[in-house]
């Protein structure tokens, strides 16, 4: 794979000077905006608070500015706390995912919430994979809020894999895939039956539970099926993501915090060259399948994301799968990750409450 083309502001002194200057110019830009937003027909929306409305618009800057830069997330795999690492497993439950020579099943980790399963243990296990476009956060302390929700409001242990981001040399797809394999089939090797097993994913993170599902069903892995699959603000059209226009031309992207060049970035740096940008695993909405795993999908009314959640809704239904569709109605891009951030605590409390009723519908553990 040919290696990504660095910049002056991508490597240091760049890097630091840039992050010099945003910092200074958001410090100066600040007052205007405290102003501004007083009245309520001035921010983002008029029903948003004005807590809302500025941490959205510092959340933008702050991922642009990031983006810009590209602030890499190292991989640390140190066992600290609740973290473990975990091996890879037989090559067959990889099949069809081994063909790039520089991307290879490794050691990965990820952190259990509230503590690890116990072989007494008889709750649901969620299998939870973080967001961030694929290149950044990891399954460590940026997940604690959205796992606190999950476990809270759901009678559940959950496992938050850190899987290898494409910021990093070698990590492009299908690093994270192959990572989620090797959890999930971690999972399974604790005697934890598929039956109790859901799995789990925010924006970048729904991508990779949509992927993991597609590959599940490839008999040659021999991977039994999860009882369900939670996507929230699923990221789930990543080939589009390469263009600018699919962001800014977006009817809610003044209401979204998402700026172009951060899910840019992302796509960029997870498709390798090498690959045909219509792969089904880049743009699942063209390439709809059917999985015995019913699915529950959360989209926030004002995101840039809505209409890629309802869309998969659709053409997924076609196929004769399950599926569940909840629509937040004030709520923007990935509310699990960062309510905690953008004043949407009430609401990411909801909706997980709401996937909680879901699994409810499934089957008892």
Not at 110 to 125: F, I, L, M, T
Request: some cysteine.
């Amino acid at each position: 794979m040919a290696k990504r083309r660095e910049t002056f502001v991508t490597r240091q002194p760049g890097k630091a000077i840039w992050t010099l200057a945003a910092s200074l110019y958001t410090v100066a830009q600040l007052p205007f905006w405290l102003v501004l937003f007083i009245p309520s027909r001035y921010r983002q929306h008029s029903r948003w608070t004005y807590r809302q409305a500025i941490m959205n618009k510092l959340l933008r800057l702050f991922l642009y500015h990031s983006s810009y830069v590209e602030v890499k997330t190292p991989i640390r795999l140190e066992e600290t706390g609740r973290f473990i690492k975990i091996r890879p497993s037989s090559d067959h439950v990889y099949d069809g995912l081994l063909g790039d020579l520089d991307v290879q099943p490794t050691i990965t980790g990820g952190s259990w919430y509230p503590s690890p399963y116990k072989e007494e243990d008889r709750q649901r296990v969620i299998l939870h994979f973080h967001g961030g476009a694929l290149v950044t956060f990891e399954g460590r302390s940026d997940v604690d809020f959205e796992a606190n929700l999950l476990v809270k409001n759901i009678d559940a242990k959950a496992f938050f894999p850190s899987y290898r981001l494409a910021s990093n040399a070698h990590c492009h797809f299908p690093a994270a895939l192959q990572d989620a394999v090797t959890a999930y089939r971690y999972l399974l090797d604790q005697g934890i039956p598929s039956k109790r097993i859901v799995l789990s994913g925010d924006s970048a993170g729904g991508s990779l539970v949509v992927s993991l599902l597609r590959h599940i069903g490839n008999p040659k892995t021999q991977l039994p099926a999860p009882s369900a699959a939670l996507l929230f603000s699923p990221w789930l059209d990543i080939k589009a993501s390469r263009d600018p226009a699919s962001i800014t031309g977006n009817r809610n992207y003044a209401t979204d915090y998402l700026p172009p060049n951060f899910t840019g970035w992302g796509a960029q740096a997870y498709i390798p060259p090498h690959m045909d940008i219509n792969d089904p695993h880049f743009s699942p909405l063209e390439h709809a399948f059917h999985t015995p795993t019913p699915l529950w999908v959360q989209v926030g009314g004002l995101e840039i994301l809505y209409d890629e959640g309802m869309k998969f809704a659709e053409v997924m239904k076609g196929k004769g799968n399950r599926i569940e569709v909840c629509v937040e109605p004030l709520a923007n891009h990935d509310i699990l990750l960062v309510g905690n951030l953008s004043g949407l605590e009430a609401e990411a409390e909801h909706v997980v409450k709401l996937a909680g009723d879901f699994l409810k519908t499934v089957g008892e553990t």
